[in-house]
């Protein structure tokens, strides 16, 4: 992952109603942004056909879809996925899921990312939940069944990033939402952490939405981003 440019590491998530909104925001963000997330809300509204018109232009997509379903169910829409031509596409971590999406994968170079915990949820909603245990230790526990599935990746907490880096080893990839920069609002989520101590803690890309997409100067924002990215490599 040492070759990723601050620019590669950066995901700005489509989380927009419609296409024309989509298609504003990767306007502003011109080539400032090479990477971008589509999940349920803009792929119900056209985001399909957005991803591919994506892949055609030379950016990278990532399928936020969050499967989870019976194996066939899972590996058959893997199988479709990979013909998109898209860089990630996120499994829950349970063991069966996760093994299924890899064998639908099979030789594509699809990356299949386990999400662990949710970034909105902390130890509370957890337990409310009833799992009977901390977030920390579920996401190490799903983390760790990534790896024995053979998935790419994680999307996990940046707070976990260090400690999972233990875990899956030096070539999976490790996704962190829930970044917000200094002197942005939390807004709906609980485990959060900068940029640059993301980078720091291990994350290889990071998802930033709402502080890009809600800027003035969406460009601006994005590079001030990359621009935090790039101190913390060095």
């Not at 989380?15 to 963000?29: F, M």
């Not at 989870?68 to 199988?79: A, F, P």
């Not at 989520?189 to 900068?194: E, L, N």
Request: proline share 4%; charged share 25%.
């Amino acid at each position: 992952m040492s070759s990723l440019s601050p620019r590669d590491r950066l995901i700005v998530p489509l989380d927009v109603p419609n296409l024309d909104e989509a298609r504003t925001i990767i306007d502003d963000l011109g080539e400032s942004v090479s990477f971008y997330k589509i999940g349920y809300q803009l792929g119900y509204a056209g985001g399909f056909d957005l991803a591919r018109d994506l892949i055609d232009d030379g950016k990278d997509v990532f399928m936020d879809l969050k499967l989870l379903d019976i194996d066939n169910t899972i590996e058959k829409g893997v199988v479709s996925i990979c013909d998109m031509g898209a860089k990630f596409l996120t499994i829950h971590a349970y063991p069966k899921a996760m093994r299924a999406a890899v064998k639908g994968r099979g030789d594509s170079k699809l990356g299949l990312l386990g999400v662990t915990v949710l970034t909105s949820m902390d130890d509370a909603d957890l337990a409310k939940a009833g799992y009977p245990m901390r977030a920390s230790e579920l996401v190490a526990k799903r983390a760790a069944d990534a790896r024995k599935a053979g998935m790419s990746g994680i999307v996990c907490s940046a707070r976990e990033a260090s400690a999972m880096r233990a875990i899956v080893g030096p070539d999976m990839a490790i996704v962190t939402p829930g970044i917000r920069p200094e002197g942005s609002e939390v807004g709906d989520q609980k485990r959060v952490m900068t940029p640059s101590r993301a980078i720091a803690a291990g994350a290889d890309y990071l998802v930033v939405g709402r502080p890009i997409l809600q800027a003035d100067h969406r460009s601006d924002m994005a590079k001030r981003i990359t621009d935090d990215i790039a101190k913390a490599l060095a």
